[in-house]
């Protein structure tokens, strides 16, 4: 078999490639912000015990679970009337509340190809809501690629800030006050 010969496309290859691309890159952003949060973490435990703290965060395999331990030792380890307290709690809300729902949205929604005949014959990426599936039914009638794309650039917006906040607990000097939080337009 020659590997250097195009291989045949298959109906809406291009449309359905498109997207499973805006959906990698939802996901990779993340596990970069769950990352950040685990950085965050070890960080909290400082230099000397960082290892072990990592080796406790990557112990559990789920991302809710990892973000409530670090609450858990953030309120432990700074009090409640510490900005970072404030800062991790916030970053974990946010996670929990929006970030997390739209990466699920983008990784669990089941999706179809729709060509129209009748119209202009071009090939769609659909959320398949057929059987009632609820992540469906909230993208129904979204552009799916700006959606993930919005999602995307979100949880990279948190990356950003969760890294600025692990290094700010750090090293308190390493700089002046607190970053600001994102806006997550």
Same mark, same amino acid.
């Given at each position: 078999?020659?590997?250097? /010969?195009?291989?045949?496309?298959?109906?809406?290859?291009?449309?359905?490639?498109?997207?499973?691309?805006?959906?990698?890159?939802?996901?990779?952003?993340?596990? @970069?912000?769950? @990352?950040?949060?685990?950085?965050?973490?070890?960080?909290?435990?400082?230099?000397?015990?960082?290892? !072990?703290?990592?080796?406790?965060?990557?112990?559990? @395999?789920?991302?809710?679970?990892?973000? !409530?331990?670090?609450?858990?030792?953030?309120?432990?380890?700074?009090?409640?009337?510490?900005?970072?307290?404030? !800062?991790?709690?916030?970053?974990?809300?946010?996670?929990?509340?929006?970030?997390?729902?739209?990466?699920?949205?983008?990784?669990?929604?089941?999706?179809?190809?729709?060509?129209?005949? &009748? &119209?202009?014959?071009?090939?769609?990426?659909?959320?398949?809501?057929?059987?009632?599936?609820?992540?469906?039914?909230?993208?129904?009638? /979204?552009?799916?690629?700006? @959606?993930?794309?919005?999602?995307?650039?979100?949880?990279?917006?948190?990356?950003?800030?969760?890294?600025?906040?692990?290094?700010?607990?750090? /090293?308190?000097?390493?700089?002046?006050?607190?970053? /600001?939080?994102?806006?997550?337009?």
């Amino acid at each position: 078999m020659n590997d250097d /010969k195009p291989q045949p496309k298959w109906h809406a290859q291009e449309v359905h490639d498109a997207h499973a691309a805006a959906i990698g890159r939802m996901a990779i952003a993340w596990n @970069e912000f769950q @990352e950040s949060l685990g950085e965050i973490f070890a960080n909290l435990f400082g230099k000397q015990r960082a290892a !072990e703290a990592l080796a406790a965060w990557h112990a559990l @395999e789920n991302d809710r679970a990892q973000r !409530e331990m670090l609450g858990a030792v953030a309120q432990q380890k700074l009090r409640r009337r510490h900005r970072g307290y404030d !800062e991790i709690c916030w970053l974990i809300d946010t996670a929990n509340r929006k970030l997390a729902d739209h990466r699920n949205d983008g990784i669990h929604t089941p999706l179809m190809v729709f060509t129209d005949l &009748t &119209t202009d014959s071009v090939a769609r990426i659909l959320p398949n809501m057929m059987f009632g599936h609820m992540r469906a039914k909230k993208l129904w009638g /979204k552009d799916l690629l700006k @959606e993930f794309e919005t999602y995307a650039t979100r949880i990279r917006q948190m990356t950003t800030f969760a890294i600025a906040i692990g290094a700010k607990i750090r /090293k308190p000097s390493s700089m002046r006050g607190w970053p /600001k939080r994102p806006t997550l337009n």
